[in-house]
């Protein structure tokens, strides 16, 4: 059973740093994009970032420059350098990957979610 497991969420003042980590386990075949979403209360869930098994990147305009996603040695690890975060910034980050795990093909898959609040 494949799991996208997120940690690094918190509490954090406005101006702070967090820096997120999703971990993918299970049995996989083979692995491609991952990237970055989050849902702020009474909004729908948008876009933060994605990159690529290559390594190109792509970034929401309301995060480039102060939000970095990255890829462990592994590949099937990401991580998400959040800078001078703002108020606007808070909201539930999920880990997604798209990636082939079974005989269904290539699926995306969802992490659980992991709590970021910007607040003095």
């Known amino acids: 059973q494949v799991q996208l497991v997120e940690s690094g969420g918190g509490l954090v003042q406005p101006g702070g740093s967090l820096r997120l980590s999703c971990a993918v386990s299970g049995i996989i075949f083979d692995i491609g994009t991952m990237g970055w979403y989050r849902e702020a209360p009474g909004k729908q869930r948008e876009l933060v970032a994605t990159i690529s098994i290559g390594g190109n990147t792509n970034y929401a305009a309301s995060v480039k420059g102060r939000f970095t996603i990255s890829r462990g040695d592994a590949k099937n690890t990401e991580f998400l350098e959040m800078n001078n975060l703002k108020p606007e910034d808070t909201a539930v980050y999920y880990c997604?990957?798209?990636?082939?795990?079974?005989?269904?093909?290539?699926?995306?898959?969802w992490g659980q979610g992991t709590q970021v609040t910007v607040s003095s």
């Open positions: 997604y990957a798209h990636l082939w795990a079974d005989t269904a093909g290539w699926s995306d898959y």
